[in-house]
């Protein structure tokens, strides 16, 4: 029996300790024909997940749409076309969930790219990810993990932070 083709390629969150490979990781998925893998860009589930109101209850898209163009916009010139966004969510009302929101921004990103399947890379956020598998059933999330103290070595000759700042990637990687 043949596996459901949305199955196969359901959204995807890639998370784990930064000098980790996620990036390498993230950069390898988004060259297959299938899937656009947005990496550290918007962090949907860091910065807006539960943040713009209760999920199917009035939640403030417009909101949570002029936060992120802006963030988008600002740090690494992506440009979101709201107007795109709220037509295709105003079938659900007051009623639109995260879920439908995120998979309606990576949609236009992916699309955009000429690709059918959206996924994010986040640095850090495993603990977003029952979140992400409760909006999405059929989608995989990969959670890279590395030992603290290569993620420390690594990251003290790679960093610019001054001093011994560099000290806080083992702090980090055990959060």
């Known amino acids: 029996m043949m596996e459901n083709k ?5 959204p995807l969150f890639i998370t784990g300790t930064y000098r980790s490979g996620s990036t390498l ?21 860091r910065y807006c997940f539960d943040k713009y109101g209760v999920d199917g209850k009035n939640i403030d898209l417009k909101k949570l749409l002029d936060d992120l163009t802006v963030r988008a916009l600002q740090r690494w010139k992506i440009k979101l076309d709201q107007s795109d966004i709220f037509e295709s969510l105003a079938v659900y009302g007051s009623e639109v969930t995260y879920g439908q929101i995120f998979d309606k921004i990576m949609l ?4 955009g790219h000429g690709k059918a399947v959206w996924g994010e890379k986040t ?8 979140d992400f598998l409760n909006m999405y059933p059929d989608s995989k999330a990969i959670v890279i993990y590395r030992d603290p103290r290569a993620v420390l ?8 932070a001054p001093g011994m700042n560099y ?3 083992i702090f980090n990687s055990n959060a």
């Not at 949305?6 to 359901?10: E, H, K, N, P, T």
């Not at 640095?123 to 029952?130: D, F, I, K, R, Y």
């Open 123 to 130: 640095t850090m956020a495993w603990l977003q990810v029952p």
């Open 25 to 45: 990781l993230s950069q390898l998925i988004n060259n297959t024909p299938e899937y656009y893998i947005m990496y550290d860009s918007f962090n949907l589930m």
């Open 153 to 160: 070595a690594s990251f003290k000759y790679m960093t610019n």
């Open 167 to 169: 000290l806080d990637a």
């Open 6 to 10: 949305a199955s196969l390629f359901a």
């Open 108 to 111: 236009s990103q992916a699309f």
